[in-house]
């Protein structure tokens, strides 16, 4: 539990969007792989394991948010966490103050852009992107096809390409002056 702590916790935000309720999706996640070590025969790897059942419990989330009508989500990066956002795990090097605000800047504009998505665009981009799963990993836990995730990323980096593209040229338009 603790080697998969960060894992699940990180998971679970980006698919969720919401720091709300975080830690008990978490314990849900752990609940069901306890429960569940019983039924697990090895023959995939139990990180796969790990993220079918973190992607089950996300989606568990997203009903009970439908049936709520509370069906909102919040960016993912809250300025008083000290959570890394999504684009926030590439490496950098020394920014001045403008290029730092441009950063984060687009890094808010990618994690609006995540929450826009449909359930499996932003699944499999995730998994693909923050957590470094391959197609092969990423099919076997959303249990879909290999060309199924492959058009989900591409779609899902098409829009999500399309809102930062958009978010960042609405904010560096030059604003008009009213005399």
Not at 36 to 59: C, D, M, P, W
Request: aromatic share 8%.
């Amino acid at each position: 539990m603790q080697e998969q702590q960060a894992l699940v916790f990180r998971t679970l935000l980006r698919l969720t969007g919401s720091h709300d309720r975080i830690e008990d999706l978490a314990q849900e996640v752990f609940m069901r792989l306890y429960r569940g070590l019983v039924h697990f025969q090895g023959e995939a790897k139990l990180s796969t394991y790990l993220y079918r059942i973190i992607v089950n419990v996300a989606q568990d989330e997203w009903k009970r948010r439908r049936k709520d009508r509370e069906y909102r989500f919040t960016p993912a990066s809250d300025p008083d966490d000290d959570a890394p956002a999504f684009v926030e795990t590439l490496p950098s090097h020394g920014r001045n103050a403008e290029q730092e605000y441009a950063r984060e800047e687009m890094l808010d504009a990618v994690d609006q852009g995540l929450l826009l998505l449909s359930e499996p665009e932003r699944a499999v981009l995730v998994l693909y992107h923050q957590e470094e799963c391959s197609y092969e990993h990423i099919a076997l836990t959303l249990n879909l096809p290999i060309g199924t995730v492959r058009t989900h990323l591409h779609r899902g980096r098409q829009k999500l390409g399309d809102h930062v593209r958009a978010q960042t040229a609405r904010r560096t338009a030059p604003v008009e002056r009213i005399a």
